[in-house]
């Protein structure tokens, strides 16, 4: 399948090690986020999400840490596997008076595992 | 349960031309979002559609427009393509936004359109 991480910044950990990427924000009135993975050939999947009114959500090996001060959220992997290796984007939601809003993607990550 | 359709894969067109990409959502949807994801980039939105009607719109001009059709599936079509506009084009499907429920978007693979 074709590449989705040209020229992205690219974060190399060890198999079994703890990954952690990174994610600024910029627009200060998003109040949902949502961390999403993506293979080589495939559209993104939804890993986890969290709401603007709490600092910190886990799921399944994976945590989301939200510092609306700053505007930074996090996504930490716990105990990384070579099927982690993909582009990790960071999503904010834009809400809209209409009540339907949209999606605003950072640039990415790209997670290299090794063995 | 099929999860979100799109076709064709792959497609390749010359300046000029009009493409037209199709997108089934996920059953039980009824929004379907348009992306387009440059490489390297991280996908943009172009447009949203609910209830057979476009309900928001990114920055993207009018050669972009879209249908729904009361099936939910839905088509994006790109007039007078650029060279610009080879790209990932991805469809995602979604619930209505209900206020208090979780927003979450099932995304497609994909249609890669390469313009020569």
């Known amino acids: 399948g074709e590449s989705v991480g040209l020229h992205l910044p690219t974060l190399s950990v060890q198999e079994g090690d703890n990954s952690i990427i990174n994610c600024a924000y910029s627009?200060?009135?998003?109040?949902?986020f949502i961390w999403y993975k993506q293979e080589s050939g495939k559209g993104p999947q939804f890993i986890i999400d969290i709401r603007s009114n709490m600092d910190k959500r886990q799921g399944q090996r994976v945590t989301v840490l939200l510092n609306k001060t700053v505007k930074h959220l996090s996504l930490q992997i716990a105990a990384t596997q070579p099927g982690d290796s993909a582009v990790y984007f960071c999503?904010?939601?834009?809400?809209?008076?209409?009540?339907?809003?949209?999606?605003?993607f950072g640039k990415g990550t790209m997670l290299l595992v090794s063995p | 349960d099929a999860g979100v359709t799109q076709s064709p894969t792959h497609l390749i067109k010359t300046r000029g031309q009009q493409v037209t990409l199709r997108c089934s959502p996920k059953?039980?949807?009824?929004?379907v979002s348009w992306y387009q994801q440059a490489l390297g980039q991280g996908p943009q939105f172009i447009f949203q559609?609910?209830?057979?009607?476009?309900?928001q719109r990114g920055n993207f001009p009018d050669r972009f427009s879209g249908h729904q059709f009361p099936n939910y599936s839905s088509e994006l079509n790109v007039n007078a393509l650029l060279l610009g506009d080879s790209a990932l084009y991805l469809c995602?499907?979604?619930?209505?936004?209900?206020?208090?429920?979780?927003?979450?978007?099932?995304f497609g693979p994909g249609t890669r359109l390469t313009v020569t």
């Open positions: 995602a499907s979604s619930p209505k936004l209900l206020a208090g429920v979780t927003y979450e978007q099932y």
């Open positions: 559609y609910y209830e057979e009607e476009e309900r």
């Open positions: 999503a904010e939601k834009e809400s809209a008076d209409s009540g339907y809003s949209t999606l605003t």
């Open positions: 059953s039980g949807h009824d929004t």
């Open positions: 627009n200060s009135a998003s109040d949902y």
